[in-house]
Every structure is written in structure tokens, then in C-alpha cells.
């Protein structure tokens, strides 16, 4: 599995990007997708993941009514719709793929085993 992030950007406090994650290889509507983000000088964290359906999904609290996470298993792709953004939000967003793992919507890095390239997304105040 092979995963490209891209949709990053500069954008002000308030506004909306769209992240998108596009996976090679077979089998795409059988695993979970997630979204991470590392910001300067702290650790990965979670924002949102989504089942093999997309019937199911997860989020952090900070994101919560703010980010959406889709797929679109014609395409082979999945998505981070980001409205209201804040300074906070900026950081280098990754997307993951719990290819192979049970039957789980993962909030942890560990439970995902390929990851894209990051994409930086930076929210100006």
C-alpha cells in the first residue's frame, strides 16, 4: 500500500481546506484510514479515522465538529474536510492505513502500518 497526502497549504484562521489521501494497491475497501498530525516540537497525534465503509468514524475532541472524514472507495481515496481552522490546527497532517489489522476504527499510531508523506497545513491568525 502506498499513500499520497496532498491539499495542504497556508490558509487564515477561520477558512477551510480539503486534505486528500490517494492509496495504490488493491483492497482499499477493507481497511480503516486515519489522519494524524505532528506540529512543531510535539509528538503524532490523532484527529480522525474512518472504517472500510466509511460507515463509521472517529475523532479527537479538538477536531470535533469542525473536520469531517470521507471516502470514496470508487476512487480508492479518503478526505479531510477542515472548516474553522485555528493556529493550533497547523501542523504536517499524515494519513495512515490499517491494512491487514481487525475489524477497528485505530486512534493510536500503532495501530496503522503504511503512512503517506505528510502534507503541511499552516493557519495564520
Known amino acids: 500500500v502506498q499513500l499520497q497526502a496532498c491539499g495542504g497549504g497556508l490558509v487564515q484562521a477561520g477558512g477551510s481546506l480539503r486534505l486528500s489521501c490517494a492509496a495504490s494497491?488493491?483492497?482499499?475497501?477493507?481497511?480503516?484510514m486515519g489522519w494524524f498530525r505532528q506540529a512543531p516540537g510535539k509528538e503524532r497525534e490523532f484527529v480522525a479515522a474512518v472504517n472500510w465503509s466509511g460507515g463509521i468514524s472517529r475523532y479527537a475532541d479538538s477536531v470535533k465538529g469542525r473536520f469531517t472524514i470521507s471516502r470514496d472507495n470508487a476512487k480508492n481515496t479518503m478526505y479531510l474536510q477542515m472548516n474553522d481552522l485555528k493556529p493550533e490546527d497547523t501542523a504536517v497532517y499524515y494519513c495512515a492505513a490499517d491494512y491487514g489489522g481487525l475489524p477497528r476504527v485505530g486512534v493510536a499510531s500503532n495501530d496503522y502500518n503504511y503512512w503517506g508523506q505528510g502534507t503541511l497545513v499552516t493557519v495564520s491568525s
Open positions: 494497491g488493491r483492497y482499499f475497501s477493507s481497511y480503516a
